[in-house]
């Protein structure tokens, strides 16, 4: 099974040099690369000046390279050795400017002086150089060549959207997204692409469904502001339970970001599992929000969306830098986010209300599920059965009877099996 | 009032040898020395092979006998001793067997090992004994002699039933179940009959009942879900709170078991009497569950039912097993629970709402109720007044207002009578 | 600002000598100095025989002059010194007595030996002095000549009150109550009419209100009884949130006193203004209560009224004692109280649901509200405006959103002026 952990690292490895924001040809360069895990993908490109709510979406950055040479031409920063050297969306430039014309263009991340920042200006035209405070302090006066061979135009938003219908015909939906549009980072954000391409895959495997699954990469907040814009009316229709899927690589922790009220089925399932798998998991409530679950919480949206990470966005120290590289994760890191992705999803496939079919107990005796010899303490490893008979009432579904009994999920889908066979319960319609 | 204690400890010593089942004559016996305490008892037969929704009443059980004996002729195991050393509901047996064949026929308490644990098989049949993990650790490869001269024959269960009228001639019931059905030890269970007969004494004594009782002393399970089968309509239809009485014997502590979700009006006045009555009592969820309150409890019977006891089965040491003797209990620890029963029907007796019946506070001064002089700290002694008549607006009963002034429901009962007959309160209509 | 203290400080001094009763002539020469701030004030007099609910108005009383003097002529005790001496409501009296037959008329506070207690009689006739429990137990054989030159007479009960238009011309009133019957103490109670007296000279200042103001300044219980007789149907109709001002000089804490459930309007913004301002403040239930919230909160009577105070009634030693004098309370204790009052009516003004008036996230930085360069913690300062925006979904009050994201209503108010002015929320409709 750490195979998949194994393949999640090799993609993001093989993801991470590429130059995303979002819009431009990094981002459709990412999304074809994971079409060929997935290739039910399908790819969307938006115009720019399409209007979105209150955005509009903008033009389309491309940036083929950029550095700054000091006068003996040397060059002393290089786009070729990492994208975020660049500020995202910077304007094209070429020339000659003094170290105090050159200063003011460079942002650094002062409380980490070794650290290269990620900063972007995408609604306000500029351009810009990222590089470590040590460096910026150790710049000696002299004329710098500052060169960016960048394009901003009229183009589109691209964005990879995959459906994976319901064996059942239902229309219910399970809603993931992810974003595509971090350049060199690896945690946040390629971690989040690369669990959710193998969830798809899993879940394209699966011989049944309940429900359909609405599975899209996008550019982040731009990216999820456009696709509400054009799907929201069957969104809301249709979307039980969602996750924005990000920062889902390191091995540090598990986190959880509750929706706007903390309510929702997706909250639900996602505090459940998440207290089984590593009880000691941290909560953050929706004050701590800061990824696309910002749009889907948003008045007016109100999806039933939260978020289930490793270690947060903005909760950690290598977040937003040069810092969070291909180090920072691990495959078993991604592979513990799939698994507990997979235990959600399991959970939800199987969050029925259950409705016992007999007045009293039922004699599990006479069905071989049960001792036959009664002592002291001989009824210990089937607690969770009656257990789960006396809360399967038709008021509870099956997170809830979990939460009541404190047993995992994952451990009643086969009581509930061995019960449906034996007509003990029933499940019962929405 | 001691006197009572020492009455049920007594009743507990006479009834302590007898070797009772789930069915047969030391039931029967049981329940003769029961009803010369409350004659107004009735005893039931149900045959066996009556049908009790998914089970069968089984076979009627008898022992007049049993034991095994070394190859001197020697007793080293004697029914007479303790009942305990026969298997609950033994096949008669006969026969000569070598230690390897004895072995497996015998039941220990290996965490004990010098308790006789108490076992029994009563939908399986096959013959076993009991006796501590010391002696059969002990025992010599030999040829012994076991026998059992036991009965199982088509016959039927036996119960007993007191109804005790309303004498305002109203519908509704209070329920009180225990159960009769264990052998030889004494929390568990004679604990429990014993302080149910005195309580049913107690109450046929009472000059005024708001409530109807129904009382029953039956097996353990296949008692209770044979009651609820033949009840079960008029019981739901009834009953507003019922109580399963079980190990109430002992001086360790009081403890609380919860009704299905906690929220009934029996959970409701016990947690409210024991909170005052002995504030440290332990509250055991209902996945701590064991007795009688399981049925009670089940999906579609749903009786508003919970249990106080003493020291709860399943959680003292000597539990089920031969130490669970009458050294256990004592006249205290019997009195202690009856007091707190005593108490839960008070306040279900008394448990109205009240409303005050004037705008602002009433002058309790010119009523003979409150200081006349005004100085720092008078009013502490008519603060539990005050705040009675403060929070008796109609929407709270007398449990509410116990638990919301934090004065016992017994202090309030006479600050009620006083407020009653001052014309300063009303009963309101259920 | 501080100067309001100082003001409410020396109205406070002024008043202190003055010997007020629940009726007489110093509850008048009270009210006259209080109508010099604000002139707005009406005073009204209610025969003495007047049904209030369950009372009856008292008679009126006045005391010129008291005094005990001993054998030689010399007064061991003067109510020129302290009107304290005199037990309130005593009768007139002139004679001579014993040391034995004196003791019994005097009163003192044995826990404090060198206090003099503030006692009443106000509803059985009698007479009685106070002193401090030292100068009793000094007290040698004499004939001592005890006199009170008091008046019991039919009068009236006097009370003051100041109506404040809203100037939106709509119905709904905010109601603050204080009393004027304490003679000299200081922070119980001349503080209470300080600090009220100058909220309604703030609140008739201000250019807008949207409430209407009830403001009244009675004698206690008695007071506030008869106010409700004659105004209860129209008071239920209008007040959304009430005060009773009470001890609000001291500078040792803040303190609050809930309703009888605690679930008012007024316990819902004083709770929220208080955990902002002192979060260490002192949360007293109900069951503490003392003064008119007693009235207030009644079955019946029902207004949604709890109390802010500095050090509660009851809670502090110096309570009704002498020792409650003008050094008790400071500027700078009388001015704290005032703020949070204000602070208390400017979230009752501002608090409306607001609804945000665009689908997802609003684009705040084309409309110069968020930074144009994005990096790590660039967008800590604009927090509470995106929480705001958030929760501003039509479900939550500002106090609810206040309370949800962790900011004072303070600093939304302003927050929300800034977004009304973006047409980004709009108020709802009640």
Redesign the interface.
Known sequence: MMRTGDEMYALCTELFPICRSITGDGVRQTLQMLRRIVPEMTLHEVPSGTQ????TVPKEWNVRDAWIKNSKGEKILDFQKTNLHV?GYSLPVDKKVTLAELLPLI?T?PDQPDAI????????E?Y?FCMTQNQKDALPEDTYHIYIDSELKIGSLTYGEILIPSTEGNEDEIFLSTYVCHPSMANNELSGPAVTIYLAKWLLEKKHRRYNYRIIFIPE?IG??TY??QH?PEMKKRIRAGFNISCVGDDRTYSYVAS?YGDTLADKVAKNVLSFHYPEYKQYS??QRGSDE??Y??????LPVCAVCRSKY?EYPE???SKDDMGLISPSGLYGAYAVYRDIIEALEYNHRY??Q??????L??RGLYP?????GCYDDI?SM??F??????SNDLIDISN???APVKHLISIAEKLLENHLIECMEE
Chains 1, 2, 3 share one sequence.
Request: contains cysteine; aromatic residues 12%; glycine residues 8%.
């Open positions: 979105a709510f209150d955005w500020m942002h991340q920042p990620y900063v972007t200006s995408y609604y306000k500029r810009g907040t999820a502001i509400l814009s929201l706007r929706f004050l910002r749009q919480n948003a008045p007016g949206v109100d903005g977040y937003h830098t409705q016992v007999c007045v009293c107990e039922p004699q005796g006479k036959t010899i009664s002592q002291k607690k009656t257990n008979i006396a809360y399967a009432d038709g009541s009994i404190h």
